[in-house]
Nanobody
Framework: QVQVEESGGGLVQPGGSLRLSCTAS??????TAWFRQSSGKEREFVAA????????YYADSVKGRFTISRDNSKNAVYLQMDSLRPEDTAFYYC???????????????????WGQGTQVTVSS
C-alpha cells in the first residue's frame, strides 16, 4: 500500500514559478509521475521519474520549463514549474506505480496509487 499526498499548488501569474511536492508513504514506487487535468479535458501526462532517479521523462508541452526530482530519504518527489503559462492551469495529481513498466509511464493506467490532487492556476 502507498499513500500519496500532494502539496504546493496555488495561484501564480504567467511567467511565475511553483514547486509541487508529493510524498508517498509506504512501499516505494518504481516510478512516480505527475499528471494534470483541466476542465473539459482528459488527464494528461506531465512528467515521471524512476525509483532511483537518473531518468526523467517529460511531456513535450512542459519540457525545458518543468523539472521533476526526488528525495528517496523523504519518499518525496518534486515538480519545479517555471515559466508558467495560463494553459498550465489544471488540477495536478501525483501518481505512484509499484509495478510500472517503461512503456506505461505516460499512461494513467501505469500507476496504481494516486493522490487527491492540488490546484494550479496561472492567471494575471
Amino acid at each position: 500500500q502507498v499513500q500519496v499526498e500532494e502539496s504546493g499548488g496555488g495561484l501564480v501569474q504567467p511567467g511565475g514559478s511553483l514547486r509541487l511536492s508529493c510524498t508517498a508513504s509506504g512501499q516505494l514506487a518504481r516510478y512516480t509521475a505527475w499528471f494534470r487535468q483541466s476542465s473539459g479535458k482528459e488527464r494528461e501526462f506531465v512528467a515521471a521519474i524512476r525509483r532511483n532517479g537518473g531518468n526523467e521523462y517529460y511531456a513535450d508541452s512542459v519540457k525545458g520549463r518543468f523539472t521533476i526530482s526526488r528525495d528517496n530519504s523523504k519518499n518525496a518527489v518534486y515538480l519545479q514549474m517555471d515559466s508558467l503559462r495560463p494553459e498550465d492551469t489544471a488540477f495536478y495529481y501525483c501518481a505512484a506505480g509499484t509495478g510500472t513498466i517503461l512503456s506505461s509511464i505516460r499512461s494513467p493506467a501505469g500507476y496504481n496509487y494516486w493522490g487527491q490532487g492540488t490546484q494550479v492556476t496561472v492567471s494575471s
